[in-house]
């Protein structure tokens, strides 16, 4: 069982990553269609709309991350009567919060084009209420679906889930290009993906009713366990706010000052950031049920371990993408949408940098959640989001995307880069010294490859994006040659050995 389990963790990491490189591909392919044939306001608005709704799926109230919690728990220790149970009062739950997320977003509805009637004109705010009342069916109906998601990724068959969500990225643009020949309207964009979530949802349901053999089943009103879901889940809550603050509300400020074209240009950046989070999720969303298991037995030691190891691996994975945009994103987005898309270079650089202080450490936040620390980053990050809201709004008037972005990835740094890592000192005996020192030297070759890049901007002419691919080819086989010679250590080396032999 136990070589399985570490098989599927190895191929789960695998297809995470194969799956996230078909993601950034086809975005990177999809979007400029999918704007040529829209346009950017239509583009912008759809962005809008998904910012929008992005608060209601915080309606989840954190419960996604906590059942899984509990349901690894209860495996762990074999309790049948447990699971079962849990998922039954887990159903109960969700259930009514679909109909709460019906219902407020009913609310919200009917006041839309009071919150946008300056910035958007009247087709734009009509548009926006279809898109909207989409999005809100949608969420009520795969709210369901984090139950069963949860499930599989605590029998870790990540095989079966990152595959589903590769068939997924697949299938997502070609059926929306096929739409948009046809009818080129943002609102059937949103039709096509609802139909898919849709239809993953069934899905999951079969499998883990048909080869998982889950039962759900009310045997008793335990109190005990509402109790501590409702405590774990209140942090998750307050930190998946805060996200959407810091990577969401920057949309709906622009959208509410400047219109949709100002939107359509930062969600380039945020389409950037995103897909570099969700590199770093890749590994944290395997080795995290790993990290779960090691906090319940107690074994700091291992956690320890864990978290240098986790770390290396992070910043290996994640320096290669940050690296090439920093060097080579100006360049990149010109010849991939054009000027009038500059700034979302800059909108990227900001936040990216303080990001990946958090990312190369969030397999840590698995461990304070079992151990019912994780109050203290919800703290942190209510104060970070309230100076973030009250800094963007004055920011965006004066200086657009840019300002909004510079104090949001000012706010990060201070929060993720200095608070956090002196409670994992002092609270959590975690040596981020070690740690941050590890790191720095591991930045050394980056700081040459920079060098270099900058010098091929200045000396050659890249006129496509083909020319462009190849000089980035390049630089990942020059990048991986001083990885493997300078930073890599004999451990890392034989996970990639491995991995080749496998």
Same mark, same amino acid.
């Given at each position: 069982?136990?070589?399985?389990?570490? @098989?599927?963790?190895?191929?789960?990491?695998?297809?995470?990553?194969?799956?996230?490189?078909?993601?950034?591909?086809?975005?990177?392919?999809?979007?400029? %269609?999918?704007?040529?044939?829209?346009?950017?306001?239509?583009?912008?608005?759809?962005?809008?709309?998904?910012?929008? %709704?992005?608060?209601?799926?915080?309606?989840?109230?954190?419960?996604?991350?906590?059942?899984?919690?509990?349901?690894? /728990?209860?495996?762990?220790?074999?309790?049948?009567?447990?699971?079962?149970?849990?998922?039954?009062?887990?159903?109960?739950?969700?259930?009514?919060?679909? #109909? +709460?997320?019906?219902?407020? &977003?009913?609310?919200?509805?009917?006041?839309?084009?009071?919150?946008?009637?300056?910035?958007?004109? *009247?087709?734009?705010?009509?548009?926006?209420?279809?898109?909207?009342?989409?999005?809100?069916?949608?969420?009520?109906?795969?709210?369901?679906?984090?139950?069963?998601?949860?499930?599989?990724?605590?029998?870790?068959?990540?095989?079966?889930?990152?595959?589903?969500?590769?068939?997924?990225?697949? *299938?997502?643009?070609?059926?929306?290009?096929? %739409?948009?020949?046809?009818?080129?309207?943002?609102?059937? $964009?949103?039709? $096509?993906?609802?139909?898919?979530?849709?239809?993953? #949802?069934?899905?999951?349901? #079969?499998?883990?009713?048909?080869?998982?053999?889950?039962?759900?089943?009310?045997?008793?009103? !335990? /109190?005990?366990?509402?109790?501590?879901?409702?405590?774990?889940?209140?942090?998750?809550?307050?930190?998946?706010?805060?996200?959407?603050?810091?990577?969401?509300?920057?949309?709906?400020?622009?959208?509410?000052?400047?219109?949709?074209?100002?939107?359509?240009?930062?969600?380039?950046?945020?389409l950037i950031y995103s897909n570099y989070m969700t590199l770093s999720c890749a590994i944290s969303g395997v080795l995290g049920i790993r990290a779960t298991e090691i906090a319940i037995s107690g074994?700091?030691?291992?956690?320890?371990?864990?978290?240098?190891?986790? &770390?290396?691996?992070?910043?290996?994975?994640?320096?290669?993408?940050? *690296?090439?945009?920093?060097?080579?994103?100006?360049?990149?987005?010109?010849?991939?949408?054009?000027?009038?898309?500059?700034?979302?270079?800059?909108?990227?650089?900001?936040?990216?940098?303080?990001?990946?202080? !958090?990312?190369?450490?969030?397999?840590?936040?698995?461990?304070?959640?079992?151990? @019912?620390?994780?109050?203290?980053?919800?703290?942190?990050?209510?104060?970070?989001?309230?100076?973030?809201?009250?800094?963007?709004?004055?920011?965006? /008037?004066?200086?657009?995307?840019?300002?909004?972005?510079?104090?949001?990835?000012?706010?990060? +740094?201070?929060?993720?880069?200095?608070?956090?890592?002196?409670?994992?000192?002092?609270?959590?005996?975690?040596?981020?010294?070690?740690?941050? /020192?590890? +790191?720095?030297?591991?930045?050394?070759? *980056?700081?040459?490859?920079?060098?270099?890049?900058?010098?091929?901007?200045?000396?050659?002419?890249?006129?496509?994006? $083909?020319?462009?691919?190849?000089?980035?080819?390049?630089?990942?086989?020059?990048?991986?040659?001083?990885?493997?010679?300078?930073?890599?250590?004999?451990?890392?080396?034989?996970?990639?050995?491995?991995?080749?032999?496998?």
């Amino acid at each position: 069982m136990w070589v399985r389990n570490l @098989n599927q963790r190895k191929i789960g990491v695998v297809l995470s990553y194969f799956n996230i490189a078909s993601n950034i591909l086809v975005n990177f392919a999809y979007i400029p %269609i999918l704007i040529f044939y829209i346009g950017k306001s239509e583009y912008g608005l759809y962005q809008l709309m998904g910012s929008v %709704i992005g608060y209601f799926m915080l309606m989840d109230f954190g419960l996604s991350t906590t059942v899984s919690r509990f349901y690894i /728990k209860y495996k762990v220790i074999n309790d049948n009567i447990k699971k079962e149970n849990l998922l039954a009062l887990s159903l109960m739950i969700y259930s009514g919060v679909s #109909l +709460l997320v019906i219902l407020v &977003g009913s609310v919200f509805y009917f006041y839309m084009n009071d919150i946008f009637g300056l910035s958007m004109n *009247l087709y734009e705010t009509n548009e926006a209420k279809k898109i909207y009342i989409l999005l809100l069916i949608n969420i009520s109906l795969t709210f369901l679906g984090y139950i069963f998601t949860g499930v599989i990724s605590s029998h870790e068959k990540f095989i079966f889930l990152k595959g589903t969500e590769l068939l997924q990225t697949i *299938l997502k643009p070609v059926a929306v290009i096929a %739409i948009i020949q046809i009818s080129p309207y943002a609102v059937y $964009v949103v039709l $096509v993906q609802s139909i898919l979530n849709i239809g993953l #949802l069934f899905i999951k349901l #079969l499998y883990c009713f048909k080869i998982l053999k889950i039962k759900i089943k009310f045997h008793f009103w !335990d /109190k005990k366990l509402l109790q501590d879901m409702i405590k774990l889940a209140s942090t998750v809550f307050i930190v998946a706010i805060v996200d959407q603050i810091f990577y969401q509300t920057n949309q709906i400020v622009l959208g509410i000052i400047y219109g949709t074209a100002a939107v359509a240009v930062y969600s380039i950046a945020a389409l950037i950031y995103s897909n570099y989070m969700t590199l770093s999720c890749a590994i944290s969303g395997v080795l995290g049920i790993r990290a779960t298991e090691i906090a319940i037995s107690g074994d700091f030691s291992k956690i320890s371990d864990l978290f240098m190891k986790y &770390g290396r691996m992070q910043f290996i994975v994640l320096g290669f993408p940050l *690296l090439v945009f920093l060097t080579f994103g100006q360049l990149f987005i010109n010849l991939w949408l054009g000027e009038t898309f500059n700034e979302a270079y800059w909108m990227g650089c900001f936040i990216l940098v303080p990001m990946t202080i !958090d990312l190369v450490q969030n397999i840590i936040f698995s461990v304070m959640q079992v151990r @019912n620390e994780y109050g203290f980053r919800a703290k942190l990050y209510v104060i970070m989001a309230i100076i973030n809201v009250i800094l963007s709004i004055p920011a965006a /008037k004066l200086y657009g995307g840019v300002g909004c972005s510079f104090v949001t990835g000012f706010i990060l +740094l201070i929060g993720n880069g200095l608070c956090l890592n002196i409670y994992f000192f002092r609270r959590m005996k975690l040596d981020v010294i070690i740690f941050w /020192k590890e +790191l720095f030297h591991m930045c050394m070759p *980056l700081f040459l490859m920079m060098g270099v890049g900058i010098g091929i901007q200045e000396i050659f002419i890249i006129p496509t994006l $083909v020319v462009f691919g190849i000089i980035i080819f390049c630089y990942a086989i020059l990048y991986a040659l001083l990885m493997w010679k300078f930073v890599l250590n004999v451990y890392e080396k034989n996970i990639f050995i491995n991995m080749l032999n496998r």
